[in-house]
């Protein structure tokens, strides 16, 4: 079954530094992977996919994620972090490996950005 | 405002009582997805729709739990006998059929089983 696994409940940086908050993915075949953002009271976001291609995915807001096949891991990045980036951040993978099918979610990583 | 909505955004019943919720999707878009999500978890998938039929439907969504998207459109979400484990941030998403495309969020209706 595909899964996903987000390590860090909780992630706490500076502003101004760079950030990561990690995912890891078990799938069978090809891997399709987002990442999504939700604030207090409202839905999530898309912040990018990983279908095929470059291993490095640029996104929003400045966000961008590294696909590393011999880790399993689609771990997302900014390089300079803001207040307003604090947040829940999921990484989810297709439930199954073709078309849009259904997202499974990881717990989610909490992210604090201090000022 | 072309996102996905869903309505009401909060519901308060009380247990035994049914609900029932609804998701307007984007409209061109073909495939309509239910999620439940509790606190500290991340989203759950119940069921998704192609259309007007139901594709899916995830072990969690026990008999008391249906959804319906008559015309392909709109979407509901109905709970009977609603129980107190039933408290949780409903979600609806759409997204295209085609490609690998991501899936759209509505912010959910949050419903408290009192």
């Known amino acids: 079954a595909q899964s996903v696994a987000q390590p860090e409940d909780q992630v706490n940086v500076a502003e101004g530094n760079p950030l990561t908050v990690k995912c890891t993915y078990s799938?069978?075949?090809?891997?399709?992977l987002f990442w999504y953002v939700q604030y207090p009271n409202r839905g999530l976001q898309f912040l990018l996919k990983?279908?095929?291609?470059?291993?490095l995915v640029k996104g929003s807001y400045g966000f961008e994620a590294e696909f590393n096949k011999s880790q399993t891991s689609f771990h997302l990045k900014k390089p300079s972090a803001l207040v307003s980036d604090s947040a829940l951040y999921f990484c989810?993978?297709?439930?199954?490996?073709?078309?849009?099918?259904?997202?499974?979610f990881g717990k989610g990583t909490r992210l604090s950005v201090i000022a | 405002d072309t996102g996905v909505s869903q309505n009401p955004r909060h519901k308060i019943t009380k247990r035994g009582q049914n609900v029932t919720f609804r998701c307007d999707p984007i409209?061109?878009?073909?495939?309509l997805y239910w999620y439940r999500q509790t606190l500290g978890q991340g989203p759950e998938f119940l069921t998704y729709?192609?259309?007007?039929?139901?594709?899916?439907k995830s072990r969690l969504l026990s008999d008391r739990f249906s959804a319906e998207r008559p015309k392909g459109s709109f979407s509901t979400l109905e709970i009977q006998r609603t129980e107190q484990g039933d408290s949780a941030m409903y979600l609806c998403?759409?997204?295209?059929?085609?490609?690998?495309?991501?899936?759209?969020f509505g912010q959910g209706t949050r419903l408290t089983v009192v």
């Open positions: 998403a759409s997204s295209l059929v085609e490609g690998i495309s991501e899936a759209f």
């Open positions: 799938v069978s075949g090809n891997p399709y």
């Open positions: 990983y279908i095929t291609g470059d291993n």
């Open positions: 989810a993978v297709r439930l199954w490996n073709s078309g849009n099918t259904p997202l499974v």
């Open positions: 409209s061109e878009h073909n495939r």
């Open positions: 729709f192609q259309n007007e039929a139901q594709l899916e």
